[in-house]
Nanobody, 124 residues
Framework: QVQLVESGGGLVQPGGSLRLSCAASGSIFSINAMGWYRQAPGKQRELVATITGAGSTNYAASVKGRFTLSRDNAKNTVYLQMNSLKPEDTSVYYC??????????????????WGQGTQVTVSS
């Protein structure tokens, strides 16, 4: 099956930087969009940034200019470089990927997969 494994979260002071990674593994036929979402306590999950297979990116207004999303298609991995972090960036960050898997009868099935989440805390 497919797994998304995240890494790179932690505690950082305001103004600091962190880099999140998310690697997809398993019976993958192809990966379309990948990205990151976040959810703070008591709030709804929100989009942070997404990147298509061709490399086109989309950012939430709140992170534009501070966060950079990139991907390595050979490694099925997406990276989120977060700079100039603010306390309001504190959340659990979730990796998301739209992945197509191949099945024994020849079917190709595309669906969204989610990582387990990684905590990012921005505090002095």
């Amino acid at each position: 099956q497919v797994q998304l494994v995240e890494s790179g979260g932690g505690l950082v002071q305001p103004g600091g930087s962190l880099r999140l990674s998310c690697a997809a593994s398993g019976s993958i036929f192809s990966i379309n969009a990948m990205g990151w979402y976040r959810q703070a306590p008591g709030k709804q999950r929100e989009l942070v940034a997404t990147i298509t297979g061709a490399g086109s990116t989309n950012y939430a207004a709140s992170v534009k200019g501070r966060f950079t999303l990139s991907r390595d298609n050979a490694k099925n991995t997406v990276y989120l470089q977060m700079n100039s972090l603010k306390p309001e960036d504190t959340s659990v960050y979730y990796c998301n990927a739209e992945i197509t898997t191949a099945h024994p009868m020849g079917d190709l099935i595309r669906r969204d997969y989610w990582g387990q989440g990684t905590q990012v805390t921005v505090s002095s």
